[in-house]
């Protein structure tokens, strides 16, 4: 953990009774724990350190060492190395890009373990059932533990988890912080923090839903114990007020490019946006005129979309984020005998009516990078069977995803949809700073560099936000036509005839100004 003074205030908001500490080290925290009431369990895989470890925690109540090199299965005997400074960088794993970031970091010898799990320190007794907070530093292992970890995971009182993790892996086989929580949200437990610094890695913290307002509302402040002013401060402005652990740190994700994920922001450590940048990015999401009229695909249900009548040159459907709802994928293979490609990491192919003949599935996520369950759209496309020459749709609807996925895509990959539909999520958040010039002002960017919005639709799921005095979506849906497919014909029609109700027990939400015109 690389700042006990943001452990210290995560633990006082949270107010675990019991935590398990996992990559304990040398019991640096013990002392933390113990002053905050919180009785603990220290895991600690080194035989070296854990005997220092022993003797640090012997005089401090409530505070517990186990001996344990933990992951997916118990009972597996396998290698551990040891690192040079300390054991601090030891891990199940090899180093990996851990080289590059750090040349002077070696390992200097190995040792045989036996594995155990979370779970099967419980059945021994060795640790209690009853935690109600985790922190994993386990050097790139934190995946693997997870894996080992469901009954405490499973419980209803588990308030939440930190986990050091990185961006991308700094041991081979290491896990990302996307793939870390992509893991936790099956238990709902969120991202509410994840600061990374110069060689990409972070503590992530993520708590249960309910400590949202709490958190928004409390400060949270790294090891430096600076406040941080709240102040909107311009773009090329040094944020010389944020403390330094809190920054991005871009030359990271330039080097990285096709790892480029969802950075994500604490509000304690936010600023309010401009309303010249939220204008701005409302502005990429007005309507301008289409060469075709706009036809609805997949019904008159939720799933289903407007696009320019223009699919007889369309060669081939991207669809991730399927669930289980598929009209406008059977429709493009029934009316226009377009095949699809579907991802989705959430359903099983059988839980889905697919016609073999049009539909391939990858029960995969959809993201910035390419992983054990996560694929980016570069390769994705760069699979199919498809030339670099065919026109191609995506049907976009991935929860929050589309931010990462798409600025991860390369500009070749762009530049093949002729049409492209996207669910755009989190609309209100765009009064973050932060969240609107890293993550939502860039992704529409870059579409525009490619594409032409021809068509707004505000799908009622989730209300809407008054920001500079305009009443935005939560949820927006847009459709893109590329811009050189396109000339000026028909004008955009807000609302459409043909938008429906996406929730029909919902009231509709319309779209005023700017989306109206007069």
């Known amino acids: ?47 070296e350190v854990f005997e220092c470890l022993q003797q640090n925690i012997a005089g401090l109540g409530g505070q517990h060492p186990v001996h344990a090199c933990l992951s997916s299965e118990a009972g ?8 040079n400074n300390d054991g601090l960088s030891s891990s199940l794993l090899p180093l990996g890009r851990h ?63 930190i986990v050091e993790t990185a961006v991308v892996p700094l041991y081979e086989g290491g896990s990302t912080y996307l793939e870390i929580a992509e ?34 509302s409390s400060s949270i402040h790294s090891a430096s114990g600076d406040e941080t002013e709240e102040r909107a401060v311009p773009e090329n402005e040094a944020e010389s007020n944020e403390p330094a652990e809190t920054s991005i740190d871009y030359k990271f994700f330039l080097r990285n490019e096709s ?8 509000c304690p450590w936010d600023k309010p946006a401009f309303e010249e940048d939220i204008l701005k990015a409302i502005n990429l999401l007005i309507p301008s005129v289409c060469t075709h009229e706009l036809i609805r695909i997949g019904g008159d249900a939720d799933g289903s979309y407007l696009v ?33 490609y579907l991802c989705d990491a959430s359903v099983e192919q059988d839980q889905l009516d697919l016609n073999d003949s049009y539909h391939q599935f990858n029960q995969l996520w959809l993201g910035g990078y390419d992983g054990e369950n996560t694929q980016s759209l570069d390769s994705w496309v760069a699979r199919s069977e498809h030339s670099e020459s065919s026109n191609l749709i995506l049907q976009m609807d991935i929860e929050g995803a589309e931010f990462s996925s798409l600025m991860a895509a390369s500009d070749s990959t762009l530049s093949r949809f002729r049409i ?4 755009f999520h989190w609309l209100w958040r765009i009064q973050s700073s932060r969240f609107l010039n890293t993550r939502f002002l860039p992704t529409l960017q870059k579409l525009s560099r490619h594409f032409d919005c021809v068509h707004a639709h505000a799908n009622n799921c989730c209300g809407t936000t008054e920001i500079a005095n305009i009443e935005v979506p939560n949820v927006l849906e847009l459709t893109f036509y590329r811009k050189e497919c396109n000339s000026a014909i028909h004008q955009p029609l807000i609302p459409h005839p043909l938008d429906i109700l ?6 509709p939400i319309v779209l005023g100004a700017p989306w109206k015109l007069e």
């Open 76 to 83: 597996l005997f396998t290698t551990f190395h040891i690192a």
């Open 1 to 47: 953990m690389s700042s006990q003074s943001q452990l210290e205030q995560v633990l006082r908001l949270l107010k675990p009774r019991k935590a398990l500490h996992i990559g304990a080290s040398y019991g640096q925290e013990a002392s933390l724990y113990q002053a905050l009431g919180i009785e603990t369990w220290h895991i600690e895989a080194i035989p």
């Open 99 to 161: 080289r590059d970031e750090y040349p002077s970091i070696t390992y200097e010898k190995e040792i045989a373990v036996s594995t155990e799990t979370v779970n099967s320190l419980i059945e021994k007794q060795l640790i209690d059932p009853d935690i109600d907070f985790i922190l994993i530093d386990a050097q790139g292992a934190e995946r693997l533990i997870l894996e080992g970890t469901t009954n405490l995971l499973n419980m209803e009182d588990l308030k939440g988890v």
């Open 420 to 423: 492209a539909v996207i669910e």
């Open 183 to 216: 893991i936790l949200a099956k238990y709902n437990l969120h991202l509410r923090h994840a600061a990374f610094g110069p060689h990409g890695w972070t503590d992530a913290v993520f708590m249960k839903p309910y400590w949202r307002s709490a958190i928004c």
């Open 259 to 266: 790892a480029i994920a969802e950075t994500t922001e604490f």
């Open 502 to 507: 996406n929730v029909p027990q919902n009231p």
């Open 308 to 340: 320019p009548n223009d699919l007889q040159a369309i060669e081939a459907c991207f669809s991730p984020g399927v669930s289980n709802i598929i009209m406008f994928e059977q429709e493009l293979a029934e009316h226009y005998s377009i095949p699809s």
